[in-house]
């Protein structure tokens, strides 16, 4: 990462205008209760195939969300003790690099994983913020003061309606969700840094293209950063038309290298976004009007009865029992 990047960063971050995104390579330095590294996703589908065909050896064709499905209508409770215990995060276990990355002022982290890293990071580091972690399976509103922590795709205390499977991708990808569309205008607005993917995620391209994200030929929005080690070159390419400069580095030496030295410079970024969470969530409001038909004052009520009950069940439908994706 040259000068001029590592610049814009501490800039955006000065400002509140930085959001995280993370995926699977962000948790891989964890360890889970049970002691295990926290699997990516080709070792989590080998220890769903032990549950979906025992005594199988596994083969190379079947995707980690085909055997999630196989597993998860044959074997229920196996398959939910699985992922919890291979995704359930010992707070002990976590390095240092983890109190770094939540010790910046991001406006929001979202987070296409399952695993409980995050809340195991409040608990084991003392941070400049309380993290909230909520489900985006639900509409809760973001919370005063706090650092937001969406599951893009849900948490393990939503099984089995975790977006794991190829059908549930399939269901979310076919219409509109207002966490996923509350993503897109942070990245069509914001400096985003994506941490553990290579952003090949179906729901999140169907979203951008719902959005209409990319217009023209000139990209205006803000320079964002794909920070991983490995990435083909046609992807690259293709990020480079999102204005994605692909940092080639591991979570672990992002965050001792890059954000270690950022952290002071970044510090009155906290009272930018401690002053606009205290304000009401304009997109994630208006995400929510767009896909219900009705107007800003439904949607806005429409949320609020949401973050009373904290989930729904299909769009539009308050509901106490946790929800499939609509």
Not at 67 to 91: H, K, M, N
Not at 224 to 242: D, G, I, K
Request: hydrophobic share 40%; with cysteine.
């Amino acid at each position: 990462m040259d000068d001029a990047h590592r610049k814009h960063l501490a800039e955006q971050l000065a400002r509140g205008r930085a959001v995280l995104v993370s995926g699977a390579g962000f948790s891989a330095g964890a360890l889970s209760t049970a002691q295990e590294p926290l699997p990516l996703p080709s070792a989590l589908r080998d220890l769903l195939w032990d549950v979906a065909f025992p005594g199988e050896a596994p083969d190379e064709g079947s995707t980690l969300a085909e055997v999630f499905q196989v597993a998860a209508s044959r074997r229920r409770q196996d398959t939910e003790r699985v992922i919890r215990e291979a995704l359930t995060v010992d707070p002990d276990s976590l390095s240092e690099t983890y109190r770094i990355w939540f010790s910046l002022p991001w406006s929001i982290h979202y987070t296409l994983n399952l695993d409980n890293l995050d809340m195991a990071a409040g608990r084991r580091f003392d941070l400049p913020r309380r993290i909230k972690s909520i489900s985006g399976l639900r509409w809760d509103l973001p919370v005063s003061g706090d650092l937001v922590s969406v599951h893009l795709n849900g948490v393990l205390d939503d099984f089995p309606d975790v977006v794991f499977s190829a059908q549930q991708y399939a269901r979310r990808a076919a219409g509109a969700d207002p966490w996923y569309a509350h993503l897109i205008a942070d990245i069509s607005s914001h400096a985003v840094v994506f941490v553990g993917t290579t952003l090949n995620e179906p729901p999140l391209w169907s979203h951008v293209e719902l959005r209409g994200l990319k217009r023209g030929h000139r990209e205006l929005r803000p320079r964002s950063y794909l920070v991983t080690p490995a990435l083909s070159r046609a992807r690259a390419a293709m990020l480079e038309q999102f204005n994605v400069v692909w940092v080639p580095m591991t979570q672990e030496e992002f965050a001792n290298e890059i954000l270690a030295s950022l952290v002071d410079d970044a510090r009155p970024g906290f009272d930018i976004v401690a002053r606009d969470r205290t304000t009401e969530p304009t997109s994630l409001v208006q995400s929510i009007a767009d896909l219900r038909g009705g107007t800003h004052e439904d949607a806005r009520s429409f949320c609020g009865a949401v973050s009373r009950t904290g989930q729904i069940s299909r769009v539009g439908t308050p509901s106490s029992a946790s929800s499939m994706p609509g």
